[in-house]
């Protein structure tokens, strides 16, 4: 589960199936994703009232990509950020105060052996603290170390626990990484409904592995109606973006594939329904 692999979270990173990729009947069970969790901003998409129930598709933006850099996402509480030393000395005083943002930077601070030994344990028990306080980046985090069993024993269903805790606070990494859950059933039953519903978040944001997954899943019409053009849309679209775990060449010939089984008139419409949306929303710089 996850979005591209930028700052040393990615796990479970499983290469695309090439045999899959070739065959225009995509594989179900095709890990179209690279990578299971990173981190990044929270998104401020639009949200069932129940988590549990999957809005009608008509109720979502065509094209909402709002693209952002890799933050936090404390959702109001500012995260504390170490200098070394000084930082790591405040960071010890605050962090057992029960101040969530400072929980979450130590165990970050842990995590990565940043100021202070890597020490995967500490890390996990400081996420802990924040995560049972609602902080997002915590959550994720703390699935991280379960999925990877650092720090903690490995166990996938407490990963996507955590998961799912992020994820309903707009969390756009945990909500791809609920996404790929749903897909392949690892550490959830596998719902492809419900995968669609958690891939479009991050795709609308822009994110090229969430884009080529719902392209897949709509081309073969799992959790969703199969609908070619739509599928030749998210296609199109991560095609354009400049791809760094999905193979490019496999996104651009299912794609083509796509494009294939539509009529001109409508792969024109496509086409410039995609052209449209990169326009009106430009990819930021990292």
Not at 158 to 171: F, I, M, P, S
Not at 199 to 210: C, I
Request: glycine letters at 10%.
């Amino acid at each position: 589960m996850g979005l591209r692999h930028r700052d040393g979270d990615g796990i479970f990173r499983h290469a695309l199936s090439r045999r899959n990729a070739r065959n225009p009947a995509v594989s179900a069970n095709s890990l179209c994703a690279s990578s299971f969790f990173v981190v990044g901003k929270p998104h401020r998409g639009l949200q069932p009232k129940d988590k549990s129930e999957i809005p009608d598709e008509s109720t979502i933006p065509w094209c909402v990509r709002v693209r952002g850099t890799a933050g936090d996402g404390f959702r109001g509480m500012g995260a504390v950020k170490p200098t070394r030393t000084q930082g790591i000395a405040t960071l010890k005083r605050q962090a057992p105060a029960g101040i969530p943002p400072a929980q979450n930077s130590l165990g970050r601070a842990y995590d990565l052996g940043q100021g202070v030994p890597q020490d995967y344990a500490q890390a996990a028990s400081w996420y802990r603290g924040a995560a049972e306080q609602g902080i997002a980046a915590a959550q994720y985090r703390l699935a991280v170390l379960y999925a990877k069993g650092k720090g903690v024993p490995q166990d996938y269903k407490e990963a996507v626990h955590w998961t799912q805790k992020a994820a309903q606070q707009d969390y756009a990494p945990a909500e791809y990484s609920l996404g790929f859950s749903y897909h392949v059933g690892e550490g959830s039953p596998r719902d492809y409904a419900k995968a669609v519903f958690w891939y479009r978040k991050p795709g609308e944001q822009g994110n090229p592995d969430a884009q080529y997954c719902l392209g897949m899943l709509q081309f073969g019409g799992q959790g969703a109606p199969q609908d070619y053009a739509e599928s030749y849309f998210w296609l199109d679209i991560a095609a354009s973006e400049n791809v760094a775990d999905v193979a490019s060449e496999d996104v651009a010939k299912l794609r083509d594939t796509a494009a294939s089984e539509l009529t001109k008139t409508v792969l024109l419409q496509t086409q410039e329904r995609a052209r449209r949306c990169l326009e009106d929303n430009p990819a930021k710089p990292p």
